[in-house]
């Protein structure tokens, strides 16, 4: 049994109001895990809700944020049979109910009843039941904490790829070469498709290169790559499938007008609430273009995923940029927020110094 009564946990209190402070271990239901986190990762998701300072779905406040995490089972309720003390284990952010119309339609992304859980920035994180019944697995000995921790944004990729349907062979054009981007890169070039990557600087565009792009064009705000990007796709038509990974209205009118008749449109990237874009219906209609957005993951791509990086076929190393300890999270990430471009952060908590 779990003995520690606080933690040291990084605690969002409000907009750009993160603190680092010792609150309460959580308390294991029967069917839940303690799980002492060995790696977790910045992400997007977090940014947006430390600056806004709430998450309707995500997050009540105040509360601990962060929820990309690998680490080891430390207590288990007394209704788990899957895991035991000792384990590593990467644990997803949520679960459907399986239960509700979306559930039933195939759709678990889109559960009515989706629970989340965050509060991965801390040494000490719960694992609620519904998770860890479908969404929680044990690392294979392999398997570094921080790549095991990489799973939840790549089911995310995993997600888009599959929505959009990208084939061997197909030219796929990456808008945006963030960590969500540069993922899309190298799963497209696993997919086996060729990849076309649009960022706006050369360390992204090199960064790109590595992970398997093989057309690089740098872009900057206002400009319009499309015709640079049809030069490069058969015939001029365009290409087979561009994936928008920015979350601008700018990105999606512009990933309208680089695919093929024919194609397909991801608009994987979010822009802010209540924004309106206007495309060019005509194109739409005539081009026969297929417009797709995809929201989150399920158990099977966070399964899909923990597979990917067991074979070494995706690395964390790629997507981060550097690692803190926890006691320094709070600094790192009002750093981190402040400038455009970077990759993910590792925290990685030192226990010794709870």
Aim: net charge neutral; with cysteine; charged share 25%.
């Amino acid at each position: 049994m779990h003995s520690r009564r606080d933690m040291l946990a990084c605690v969002l209190h409000g907009q750009e109001d993160l603190r680092m402070e010792r609150i309460a271990v959580p308390t294991v239901g029967p069917a839940d895990l303690l799980v002492r986190v060995r790696a977790a990762l910045t992400c997007g998701t977090d940014l947006k809700v430390y600056r806004r300072g709430h998450h309707a779905r995500m997050i009540t406040l105040p509360a601990p944020l962060g929820h990309e995490l690998a680490g080891d089972v430390v207590e288990t309720g007394s209704a788990v049979r899957s895991f035991k003390v000792g384990d590593r284990i990467v644990a997803a952010n949520s679960a459907p109910c399986h239960k509700c119309f979306f559930c039933r339609h195939g759709e678990k992304n889109l559960c009515e009843n989706l629970l989340f859980n965050n509060g991965a920035y801390a040494e000490y994180i719960k694992i609620p039941g519904p998770i860890v019944d479908c969404n929680t697995h044990i690392l294979p000995s392999q398997v570094d904490y921080r790549d095991a921790a990489l799973s939840e944004p790549l089911a995310c990729v995993l997600k888009g790829i599959d929505d959009t349907g990208v084939k061997p062979g197909d030219t796929v054009t990456i808008i945006g070469l963030g960590p969500i981007g540069l993922m899309f890169v190298r799963v497209a070039k696993i997919a086996g498709a060729r990849v076309i990557a649009i960022g706006r600087r050369q360390v992204q565009l090199d960064r790109a290169e590595h992970l398997g792009a093989e057309v690089l064009i740098e872009s900057h705000r206002g400009d319009d790559p499309t015709d640079e990007v049809r030069r490069h796709t058969h015939g001029g038509r365009g290409s087979d499938v561009v994936i928008e990974a920015v979350g601008s209205p700018h990105a999606w009118r512009q990933a309208v007008s680089m695919v093929r008749s024919g194609g397909k449109v991801n608009f994987f990237g979010g822009c802010p609430k209540q924004t309106v874009v206007c495309l060019d219906t005509g194109r739409l209609h005539y081009s026969s273009i297929t417009l797709r957005a995809t929201f989150h993951h399920t158990p099977d791509h966070i399964r899909e995923a923990l597979e990917l990086v067991s074979r070494g076929e995706v690395h964390a190393g790629d997507f981060i940029s550097g690692e803190v300890p926890l006691t320094e999270l709070a600094t790192a990430f009002r750093q981190w927020a402040s400038r455009r471009g970077q990759l993910k952060i590792a925290i990685l908590p030192d226990h010794a110094q709870s």
